[in-house]
């Protein structure tokens, strides 16, 4: 649980520069919000989104739910597993792509990933909440034997 409420606080705080970086009219200020949100997104998210999946994991295969027992379990494993994507992948490739464009051009222009990359995470994240509340969809194949 601490670990996935960091994961969380990470993408939220992620969430809330990259729109005030794109909301400001001062460029100093949206540099600052960049420059803050790149170590965030190298070094707490990964490690925040590697230790909830893999207490996930073990929770889902030491207790009755299971890991290919009920769909919701599978959906939220799909779902964690893309916002890591989505979550380190992208959004460090548009940090890196936005730092490096303003920088070299000095001109307010952030990577057309970003802000659709900062929006999924959270959306997602609340999904995987969402789906472990209401345990939808019932029991696999697998979970009806």
């Known amino acids: 649980m601490i670990v996935s409420a960091t994961w969380l606080g990470a993408v939220i705080a992620n969430l809330f520069m990259g729109i005030s970086a794109a ?3 001062s460029e100093g200020q949206a540099d600052a919000y960049y420059a803050v949100m790149d170590p965030l997104v190298n070094n707490l998210m990964p490690a925040a989104s590697i230790a909830t999946l893999a207490t996930g994991l ?24 893309a916002t ?42 609340a999904t995987a909440v969402t789906l472990a509340i209401l345990k939808p969809w019932g029991r696999t194949s697998r979970g009806r034997r």
């Open 58 to 81: 073990l929770l889902a295969l030491t207790t009755k739910w299971g890991l290919l027992r009920h769909y919701w379990v599978i959906a939220k494993l799909v779902l964690g597993v």
């Open 23 to 25: 909301a400001t009219n």
């Open 84 to 125: 890591v994507v989505v979550g380190v992948g992208v959004i460090d490739g548009a940090i890196q792509d936005t730092i490096a464009a303003r920088a070299a051009a000095r001109s307010a222009t952030a990577s057309d990933l970003l802000l659709p990359a900062i929006i999924a995470t959270p959306t997602m994240l």
